[in-house]
């Protein structure tokens, strides 16, 4: 899977990446791939993500995968490390250089909506905590179908229930959360046929709700991205580590997580 070979309106800037033309404007804060970068290397939660994201991808194995709002390259590099080759598309230049940094090896700085990917030449597509920020989600799913091979699939991860959105979301730039019904009704009217859905994190939802309403207390905003985001490697990070790996195990066996504060899905492109 190379880059010139799935769209004409890109071109390989003199850094290395492929750039187009046009922008698209990004629901995200102005500085947040900043704010979260420690966090993704040190927080429990970055890791788990990465941990059932690696029992999934033994369960649905793919050679190739488009990596959409990748962010700074922290998915894209896990799955370079498990040789799927593997491009990442982000819409920030701050998230395009770090992932650069990381050695991810294929970038496009740009969006879906303004790049003219080839209609079934993709294998894969990962929207890993992405969906949550565009506004018209059901046009970016249904944009994925078209560019997906048959049979290609749609690997989703969103932050679960509206009932614990809160101003955290907004400040971020979520337009919502999702449940799994929710998300599995979507996909299907695009076309999709869902593999494999589960809730992931299943202690988180009785923390966020409370911590969130106090989370603006702290002024600092370095302070704020990191509420929550409680280090791997320290005590309550490691116990958490050993709590959750019954999750990884379930998903593992092929089990569903019936609650937690992320859905994760697994999607087959089928004929519309």
Request: charged share 25%.
């Amino acid at each position: 899977m190379k880059v010139a070979e799935l769209a004409s309106n890109i071109t390989l800037s003199e850094n290395k990446y492929w750039v187009t033309e046009e922008k698209e404007k990004v629901s995200y804060t102005k500085n947040g791939h900043e704010l979260i970068k420690e966090s993704e290397e040190n927080s429990f939660w970055f890791n788990h993500r990465l941990t059932c994201l690696n029992e999934l991808i033994k369960l649905y194995p793919i050679k190739h995968m488009m990596d959409i709002g990748g962010g700074n390259g922290q998915i894209s590099e896990f799955l370079q490390s498990k040789h799927i080759q593997t491009i990442l598309l982000e819409p920030r230049l701050s998230g395009v250089k770090n992932a650069q940094k990381r050695g991810i090896e294929q970038i496009i700085w740009g969006s879906l909506q303004n790049i003219d990917f080839k209609p079934n030449s993709i294998e894969s597509v990962g929207l890993f905590d992405v969906l949550e920020h565009i506004e018209n989600d059901k046009d970016i799913i249904a944009s994925i179908h078209d560019i997906l091979l048959q049979n290609g699939t749609l690997w989703i991860t969103v932050p679960a229930w509206q009932f614990l959105y809160s101003e955290f979301d907004k400040e971020v730039g979520h337009f919502r959360r999702y449940n799994l019904t929710e998300l599995t009704t979507i996909l299907k009217e695009a076309g999709f046929n869902v593999q494999y859905k589960s809730y992931l994190f299943f202690l988180l939802p009785f923390v966020i709700w409370p911590v969130r309403k106090f989370y603006k207390l702290q002024k600092k905003e370095t302070k704020r991205r990191k509420f929550g985001h409680i280090d791997k490697s320290s005590f309550i990070g490691i116990i958490l580590k050993f709590i959750l790996r019954i999750e990884s195990y379930m998903i593992s066996k092929k089990m569903h997580i019936p609650f937690g504060s992320t859905c994760l899905v697994v999607a087959k492109k089928e004929s519309k």
